[in-house]
């Protein structure tokens, strides 16, 4: 149990989130009373608690994130370790907790998880769950996107599905459109047709049109990126064949 204990904090500390006692005590189904008699002294030299100022709360972390890390990496050693190890935190977790939900919004970010699984559908697993556990928590549906454009093995079909769900109920997110085109320029990317390239090109800008604060620096990056792969598209056909009409399409792109 007390090995446990130190896990179940490793795991939500290698984001840098402090801990907080009642986390734990849902998490391990043990009394708040009993944790708070059996837990309130640091552990074997690892964990370390303080007061928040302002709550009054205890507090847990380790000595680092990065020390959070090695151990989270040392205990739970294949994915399906680390997919049990996840899932036992977010079963824990009670999102109606203002503490719990940001915990879980550090756990279940997609480039997170797409870092922290090696197999994707281990990782798609996880997001099942917790999107039936809160399933009035759109942004599990834009951080599977994300996942899925993140991981090596992930698919922007599934991207654009997500993200797509996540769209229908809350149309004007900005965070939730940006995902989204960046979803298509992602696919424009892998398209072989260049007229497909162009039509996910545009459907990309077009959706970054609908935010409101264009002066957003995603936004910026996310224009910037589409010119860069436009005029890479150039290029490449200008070295193909030295044509004029290839010259103005670079000039365009420029």
């Not at 099942?128 to 599977?144: E, G, H, M, S, W």
């Not at 800008?205 to 936004?219: E, F, H, K, M």
Request: aromatic share 8%.
């Amino acid at each position: 149990t007390w090995r446990m204990w130190d896990l179940d904090i490793c795991t939500l500390h290698r984001y840098d989130v402090p801990v907080r006692a009642g986390i734990v005590s849902r998490i391990s189904g043990i009394s708040f009373r009993d944790f708070e008699t059996e837990f309130f002294e640091p552990l074997q030299d690892l964990i370390f608690s303080k007061q928040n100022a302002t709550t009054g709360d205890w507090e847990y972390t380790t000595r680092h994130s990065i020390v959070s890390e090695m151990v989270f990496t040392q205990v739970c050693r294949t994915d399906n370790d680390r997919r049990d190890q996840v899932v036992r935190v977010i079963d824990g977790l009670d999102a109606s907790y203002r503490s719990d939900e940001i915990a879980l919004s550090h756990l279940i970010r997609g480039k997170n998880l797409a870092d922290t699984f090696e197999d994707i559908s281990l990782a798609r697993q996880v997001f099942d769950i917790a999107v039936r556990r809160n399933p009035t928590k759109l942004y599990l549906l834009q951080q599977r996107a994300i996942l899925e454009y993140s991981h090596k093995r992930g698919s922007l079909e599934e991207a654009e599905r997500a993200i797509s769900a996540a769209l229908v109920s809350d149309p004007d997110n900005p965070t939730f459109l940006h995902t989204q085109a960046q979803v298509f320029r992602r696919m424009a990317l892998g398209a072989s047709s260049e007229l497909v390239r162009q039509t996910l090109r545009s459907r990309s800008r077009t959706t970054l049109d609908r935010i409101s604060d264009q002066n957003n620096a995603y936004v910026l990056g996310t224009r910037a990126r589409l010119r860069v792969d436009a005029v890479s598209d150039a290029l490449e056909k200008l070295k193909r064949n030295q044509d004029p009409v290839y010259e103005d399409d670079l000039a365009d792109a420029i």
